[in-house]
């Protein structure tokens, strides 16, 4: 066992672990793609739904999600995210940046999400890899998770059910981003304005954070977008 | 409940985010191969339960997910100190 994890066999190795594996997962003309909540039939609540509420909620469906790993003490992994994204990974704890339609959140010291329209995320992905140097890892995990948006006078009142994590202003200022507990699951929270905030969501869990938000957001009135 | 400061993430957050993850500061023997059965089964089973100070690790489960130290007071379970993996604790007991 101990012989299988000797450091000397990993190294004799290293140019075999730049080559991995890596493919286009965007579903082409003749694949349907279905979004997690494609079984709710937003676009259909939308038209036929309530017009007036407290909350407006929005799907953005079907974007590409990418997972960037790199150390920050790596100065051509920095550099190549840089030149690849045109901006800076945001290195300060819990920011976000956002730059036309891509945007990126700090998750971890070592990781972010960035996320990017769906037809681009193999060709960024790419070029990141390009561009970057040293020891990294970027995974597409667009299929594993979803964006809702929510917006309105009374999203606070919906967060402050859902998350212990504090969403006053002097504690939660635009851009910030924060992953938290939500509605007993996980979501990566971003406020993206006074009144709009943006959740990353598990795949596995989209069912249940929109059963929940249904039923939290009843109170004030759930509008649905499409 | 706790209200934890975790050090990568630069602010406190709820108990509810992070997991207990046991005693900090176990050493791997340096050689598994060459150990008695005993110094192995002490290595693998054997925790310290002290009354006072405890150094622990705890891991940000839904928020960054990193792991790190704390020093706790398992009398009045006050968090005396949190630093990261690799740091040396500022705060220990008297005779360790």
């Known amino acids: ?226 | 409940m706790f209200y934890i400061y975790c050090p990568h993430c630069g602010e406190h957050r709820e108990e509810e985010e992070f997991h207990a993850k046991g005693q900090a500061h176990i050493a791997r023997p340096a050689d598994p191969d060459s150990c008695s059965d005993k110094e192995w089964g002490e290595y693998l089973f054997f925790r310290k339960n002290p009354r006072g100070l405890h150094h622990e690790m705890w891991v940000h489960a839904t928020g960054c997910r990193k792991f790190f130290n704390v020093t706790r007071d398992t009398v009045t379970y006050e968090i005396k100190e949190v630093y990261k993996i690799g740091e040396r604790p500022s705060v220990v007991a008297a005779g360790n």
């Not at chain 1, 299988?4 to 730049?18: G, R």
């Not at chain 1, 009374?154 to 851009?175: A, E, I, W």
Request: charged letters at 25%; aromatic letters at 6%.
């Open chain 1, 1 to 226: 066992m101990s012989e299988m994890i000797a450091p000397e066999k990993v190294a004799a190795n290293a140019d075999a672990i730049q080559e991995v594996a890596r493919m286009d997962q965007l579903a082409g003309p003749a694949q349907r793609a279905e979004s997690p909540l494609h079984h709710a039939d937003l676009d259909t609540i939308a038209k036929k739904g309530p017009k007036n509420g407290g909350v407006t909620l929005q799907e953005h469906k079907l974007l590409g999600h990418l997972v960037i790993r790199g150390s920050q003490d790596n100065q051509a992994f920095l550099a190549g995210a840089r030149e690849a994204l045109g901006f800076d990974l945001p290195t300060e704890p819990l920011s976000s940046v956002e730059q036309g339609d891509r945007s990126v959140r700090w998750i971890a010291p070592d990781e972010w999400l960035l996320i990017v329209p769906g037809e681009d995320a193999f060709q960024v992905e790419e070029q990141l890899r390009a561009a970057m140097g040293g020891h990294f890892a970027i995974v597409n995990v667009s299929g594993g998770q979803t964006v809702l948006e929510l917006s309105g006078p009374d999203v606070r009142m919906v967060l402050k059910k859902s998350t212990p994590y504090d969403v006053h202003d002097r504690n939660f200022p635009v851009g910030k981003v924060v992953t938290s507990v939500f509605a007993k699951t996980q979501a990566v929270i971003r406020r993206t304005g006074e009144d709009r905030w943006e959740l990353v969501i598990r795949r596995s869990f989209a069912d249940y954070v929109w059963l929940w938000l249904q039923d939290a957001s009843a109170e004030f009135g759930l509008v649905v977008k499409a």
